[in-house]
């Protein structure tokens, strides 16, 4: 069974930093990309960051220069750095799998864990 598990969610005052995590399992995690995405009320879900099955990455112009987005082979862990936080950054994170490349579209998806940004 595949699973995301997300955590590393809170809240934090703007300007400080949030490292997410996402546990992967069920599938052959070296094989797949994961793509951090959010989702703030009332706004449609945006791509964040991505890190391909060979160690490309992607990010939102949104945040470029402040999220850092990695992988930890050994423990199937995909960690998403989050520095210089901003009150728009508040929104629920979810990661998500998909073969090989990122793409538009994903395979599986976590529950997702609240980033809260307080100015």
């Known amino acids: 069974e595949v699973q995301l598990v997300e955590s590393g969610g809170g809240l934090v005052q703007a300007g400080g930093s949030l490292r997410l995590s996402c546990a992967a399992s069920g599938f052959a995690f070296d094989d797949y990309a994961i793509g951090w995405f959010r989702q703030a009320p009332g706004k449609e879900r945006e791509g964040v960051s991505c890190?391909?099955?060979?160690?490309?990455?992607v990010y939102a112009d949104s945040v470029k220069g402040r999220f850092t987005i990695s992988r930890d082979h050994a423990l199937n862990t995909v960690y998403l750095q989050m520095n210089s936080l901003r009150p728009e950054d508040t929104a629920v994170y979810y990661c998500?799998?998909?073969?090989?490349?990122?793409?538009?579209?994903?395979?599986?998806w976590g529950q997702g864990t609240q980033v809260t940004v307080s100015s």
């Open positions: 890190s391909s099955s060979g160690g490309s990455t």
């Open positions: 998500a799998t998909a073969f090989t490349y990122c793409r538009d579209d994903y395979d599986y």
